[in-house]
Each structure stands twice: as structure tokens, then as C-alpha cells.
């Protein structure tokens, strides 16, 4: 018997059933088993109502599924396209100074409906409304040449050293852009991360050099809110020098380093090399001048982005409980707020920070962070990055999102990075040849530091004086491009990076 005559059958014998007494019951029951062969105590709570036909049972609506409806999904992804895609746990917390953000500069209006469950969202709920917006990121590389010299003169500082401190204790490191291959010369970016506040600064430098990374921190330094008070560096032979040394003991800068082969010292930064750096930037090769100026610009306003409008966690505790360790972080917060929390530094600075916070306008920074993106792409010998697609959604009813130059539902990332296999698709910038002016470098860039004005034939007749049959005019080009790159570096590289980053 099918299920419709089953469904028949009952509602004809329901009603007879429930009038009969116990002796036509019985009947009435033994006819209906047999006729359906259905089990004799499941007849009887049928025919007794007490359970319903299982076609009669109606799908119960989970409790709060349609709370949340298209248009406020849609909202919601506007303003986490604006967060950058951040996790759902950092996000959240941020959402009502974003959310204010946007109505100031006038990007978002909502309703007071959509506000109140915006406002109240649970992380949980983010992930489930937004996971078919979740992209893929890509891993890291690292060319770390070991330094040698001083270790025994540097303190080591291990992960667990960092409780306690004030803001301006910085770990740093150096992120290269070689394009997997690390023969010649190639820019690095200098990361650096306040422990404490998690204030991010990132400085391009075109030549991995003690005197380059001392350079970069020096501009750093005008750029912070705060004194320099501490560096924390891995093991890196452009850290581990005299220079940087006597540096920070000019500067009253406590100087530790992490120890050998343990990346886990060097959490804080590491961390930002990933999400940030090779995020952002990406594993492209990048070399030369005008490639130098448009990471720089870029890192001109990434900076005010990461610093005021992408919030982190930090970790508090960690319990282990068995095999299991539980971790507790504390409310996601930007590098502004926990600087404004902590209350360390002056009343002017905070009100300096909070008056460039509030003409600080989100999507335009987006905007512009996007743009400034793809100028320093041109300039990658490995240039396969690309961004999002940009989309075109309807507007949904009551619901307005202002349109800037950049669409907010696109998010500034780099994708689809491979490692080259052929190297000769890089530049060739190493020597193939014994450099002629090795031996008597040092004695060339003192005569050009003493006369500036000094050009490359009367250096090679003043050489072939001093070293007969060593120089001939024929290293007169050989010297001509090791002057003009030494005059891009050692003249006014501190002030031009001063100039791009400010």
C-alpha cells in the first residue's frame, strides 16, 4: 500500500476509532495492521493521535536562521571588505569604530535595524555569513645569512622575555624580494613591531646593508608616537655588526637578539612578515630605484592602515590541561586603541594620534593601498600578481553603500605567486668577473666624499698613477656605474626615504 492510500486510510479510520469501544477497537485496529502492516503499538498511538503522520510533521525553522537576511549579509561584507578580510574574531570587536568610520566619511548609511545586529553579531555567526568569501594566502621564503661577529656581546632574548614591557621595545627583521633567487642585489623591507602595542613600521631598503637598516630606523623613529626604547633581531649578519651596536648604545636603544634557529623568539614579527609583508607585497623580485620609491610609497600608507584600522589579538595565558594546550586572548584592538589604553604616552601625542584618526577614512585608504599596489607591481621581474575581481552586486532595499574609486567588496591580497624555475628569466646583476676596484674601493669613496665632483676618467688616470699597469681606460665604464650606484646610495637615501615616507 502506498503511502497516500496509508494517509487516507487513517484520516477515514481516525475518526471511527476514537468513538468505537474497546471490543470494535480491536477489530478496527487488527484491520488497519493488516491492511497497512504497520507494527500494532505504532498503529495505536496513530490512531490515538498521540504521534502525527510522519508526512504531517513540518520542518521546524531553526531558532534566529532568518535574522540575519540578505541585506545585512550584504552590509556586512562591505564592511569586512573594508577590515580587509580580517578573522572574525578580530573583526568583530572593531566593527562599531569601522562601522563609524564610514558614516563619518560618508561610505555607509544603514539602518538602525541592521546597526543593532551588527552590533550585537557573534563571531561564530561572521564565519558562517562570510565563508564563501574566505581566500587562500601563500607561504614564505627566507634568505637569512648568519652574522657571526659580537654574538657574545649581544644578550639573548627568548619568547617568553617579554613580559612587562613598555611601548617601544621593537622586534626586527628584514623581509627579502629576491624572487627565489638571492644572487645580486635586491630590496629588502625592515619590519618592525612594537611588543606591546603591536604598532607596525616597514621601511624599503635598497641595499641589505648595516648602514641601510640604520638608516631605515632613523626615519622609522619620526614616525613612531613613541621614543625607540629596545631591539629584539634574529641572528642576520646586517644586524649583528658594529654599527648597529654602536648605534644603540649613542641612542640609549637596549639592543638583545634571538637565538639561533628559533623563529619562535621573533613571534611578533614574524607574524606581521606573513599577514602584511608577504601578503601585500608579496614574493615578487624587486631592484633598483624608482622599484624602492613605489614600495615606499606603498608602505606610506599601509602603515596608517595597519596602525589605525586592523586589529589583532594578544595572547594572555596559556594553560595545559593533558595533551591539550588552552590558549586566552584578550579583545581584538588596533595598535591606536591599546596605545591609547595603556596611557604611556603624553596627553598631546594621544590627541595628535586622535585628530589623525578621525580624518583617516578607511575606503580610501583601501583605495589607495590598491592603486599604490599595482604601480609597484609594474616593477616586479616576477610579475604574476593580480587582484580580486572586482564585483558589481545590486543594492539591496533601505541599504546604501557609497562607491569610491576602488569597489569595497574587493580585497588588496596577492595571489597565484610561483616560484620561477629558470633563472634566466631573472636579471643578471652578479659578476661574472674579478672586480678591478675591489683592493682600492675604500680609497675611491674617500676621494669622492672629499670631492663629490669628481668623475670617473680622473679617478682612472689618478689610479693608473698611483697603480701603474693595474688601470687602463678601459675600466672607465666599470667605474662609471659603480660611482653612479654608490651616489644613489650614500647621498641622501636617509633624507629621500624621510621625503617618501612622510
Known sequence: MSLSARREMLVGVNHTYGKAVKSEKTKILDGFVAATGYERKYAIQLLS??????????????PGAQIYDERFVHVLTTVWNTANQICSKRFVPFIPELVSAMERHGHLRITEEIRSKLLKVSPATVDRLLQNERRRNVGGVSHTKTGTLLKNQI?????????????????????????GDPNGAFINTLTMVDVTTGWLECMPLIKKSARNVIAGLNVARKLMPFDLKGLDTDGGSEFINYELLDYCENNKITFTR????????????EEKNGSVVRRLVGYNRYQGVKAWEALANFYQVLRQYINFFQPSLKLLKKTRKGGRVYK????????????????????????KLELEYLALDPVKLM????????????????????????????????????????????????????KPTDKRSLPRNYRSRKDPFEQVWDEIQLKLELQPETYAREIIEWLSIKYPDKFTNAHTRTLQRRIKKWRIHATGYEEKMSELMF
Request: with cysteine; aromatic share 10%; glycine share 4%.
Open 49 to 62: 493521535n498521540k504521534i502525527r503522520f510522519p508526512s504531517e510533521e513540518r520542518t521546524r525553522a531553526r
Open 155 to 179: 644578550q639573548v632574548r627568548t619568547f617568553a622575555d617579554w613580559d612587562d614591557i613598555s611601548p617601544g621595545f621593537f622586534e626586527v627583521d628584514l623581509v627579502a624580494h629576491c624572487g
Open 258 to 269: 634571538a637565538r639561533t634557529h628559533k623563529k619562535n623568539d621573533q613571534a611578533f614579527v
Open 328 to 351: 586566552q586572548y584578550d579583545v581584538a584592538l588596533t595598535p591606536h586603541q591599546r596605545l591609547i589604553k595603556i596611557g604611556s604616552v603624553s596627553a598631546e601625542t594621544i590627541e
Open 367 to 418: 583605495s589607495e593601498l590598491k592603486s599604490r599596489q599595482q604601480i609597484l607591481f609594474q616593477f616586479a621581474w616576477n610579475n604574476n600578481a593580480k587582484v580580486g575581481d572586482i564585483t558589481d552586486d545590486p543594492q539591496p532595499e533601505n541599504v546604501m553603500v557609497q562607491k569610491t574609486v576602488m569597489d569595497v567588496n574587493s580585497k588588496i591580497d596577492y595571489f597565484n605567486y610561483d
